[in-house]
Every structure is written in structure tokens, then in C-alpha cells.
């Protein structure tokens, strides 16, 4: 199918299907490279030591959702002289490691964020079709009311 390739989030990424869900969002089935290259000796390996998955939130579609389920492998670097036993697919030029956003998402939630503030830009977001989850921390200590400044908490009678 020729037009999996728009659905690419970036380049070095096999797309392998796309779905339209029961909840009206995109889910996008992709699979890493087929080779590994070590990051110390910068050899190429194709011994596969096993999979991962990684699930990455894109650029929304027609205002539905788009979620990336990324199949990565790690590999075994075969030099003898190098330190590096194992090591993971690396795709920079899509997602920082460890976050759940495309790199082009990130920016825009970053632009937004910053341009139009917290709850302006979160409700923009979610009427975009990028929805932002807040962070919250339960274990994390509340704060009371008598110990901030005045208008700090809206929540708060002073």
C-alpha cells in the first residue's frame, strides 16, 4: 500500500499497518531497523538480542488521535574489543528517549504551553485532537491554604 509511507513518523521506521480504532482514534504499527549500529564502536549488527515496545503519542488526523505503537529491538554488538554488550534502537530524529510523544508533538505542546498558557493551551490541545494528560502526583504533599499567599490557590477560602 503506497500510502503507509504518510503515515511515517520520521524516517528509519517500517510502517507495518494502520487502524482506525473503536474509539475513533489512529493506531499506527511500526517496526524499527532492520540492523543495529553500536554506539561505542560503531559496528553494524544484525544478532538481535530481543523486542521492546514503545507507544508514542503523533500528530493528530482529521482531529482524531494518533498513537505509534513502535516495535524496537535491542542488539548484541559481535566485536570482541567492545565494552558494549547490548544496547537499544535509538530513533532520535522521532522521540527523545523515555518520553511518549513524537518529537514534533512535543514542540507544539511546548509552543502552545508556553505561548497561551496551562488550561488555555490544554483545552486548545484536546479541540486539536492532541489530547495533553496532566501530571499528578497522589503521594506528592498538598499544600493548605494558610501556609501560600493569598490568590495562589483559587480552591481556598483566606
Not at 515496545?53 to 482529521?62: A, F, K, Y
Not at 518520553?99 to 483545552?123: D, F, P
Not at 506528592?140 to 480552591?155: E, K
Request: charged share 25%.
Amino acid at each position: 500500500m503506497r500510502t503507509k509511507t504518510k503515515w511515517s513518523p520520521g524516517p528509519g521506521v517500517k510502517i507495518l499497518g494502520v487502524s482506525l480504532t473503536d474509539d475513533d482514534s489512529w493506531v499506527v504499527s511500526a517496526a524499527g531497523p532492520a540492523f543495529g549500529i553500536c554506539p561505542d564502536c560503531g559496528r553494524r549488527t544484525r544478532n538481535r538480542h530481543g523486542w521492546f515496545n514503545r507507544s508514542l503519542q503523533d500528530l493528530p488526523v482529521q482531529g482524531k488521535t494518533v498513537t505509534v505503537k513502535l516495535r524496537l529491538s535491542r542488539w548484541r554488538c559481535t566485536h570482541q574489543k567492545c565494552r558494549r554488550q547490548t544496547f537499544a534502537d535509538r530513533l532520535p530524529t522521532i522521540a527523545y528517549p523515555y518520553t511518549r510523544r513524537t518529537r514534533r508533538v512535543a514542540e507544539i505542546v511546548g509552543l502552545l504551553g508556553h505561548s497561551a498558557g496551562g488550561r488555555a493551551a490544554e483545552r486548545l490541545m484536546n479541540r486539536l485532537g492532541m489530547p495533553s494528560q496532566r501530571r499528578h502526583n497522589p503521594a506528592a504533599p498538598q499544600a493548605s491554604c494558610g501556609t501560600q499567599q493569598a490568590g495562589l490557590f483559587p480552591d481556598c477560602r483566606y
